[in-house]
């Protein structure tokens, strides 16, 4: 019995300490830049279609498109031999390219945060090299 008369004055008393009688207060609302580029576009959607994946689908989607257009004036996928050693087509090279964009922010998360500029420069930075010298 003294037991549950003593949680029951230290329980609340923790709780409080620990600020989570502030849950429900109202907060301050600060409308940045963030909040409207990932704020959704449709609301009951099966996906969250953001600004955010717009872009990047229009990104892909327009990449591909180029590179559909240079294989007409220039037909064979450019194959060369690169720095790995192994023969690869501009759709090799942008397959590679894009999948060390996408480690690359996935190791920027884990181990820096959510600041994403500075991945985003060094992806630039890649995909050039993968059409470069891969």
Known sequence: MRFLLVLGIILPAAVLAQ???????????????????????????WMAWTRATVSFFIFIFGFIAILAI??????????????????????DRLFIGLLGSAYIFLAWIGLVGTLLWVPLGITIAWLFFCFWKI
Not at 30 to 38: G, H, L, P, S, Y
């Open 19 to 45: 600020g989570w009688g502030n849950v429900s207060a109202p907060k301050e609302e600060v409308f940045t830049w963030a909040d409207w580029w990932f704020e959704p576009l449709f609301s009951g959607f």
């Open 70 to 91: 240079i294989e007409l004036f220039r037909p064979g996928g450019g194959e060369r031999l690169g720095i790995i050693r192994l023969t690869t087509t501009r759709g």
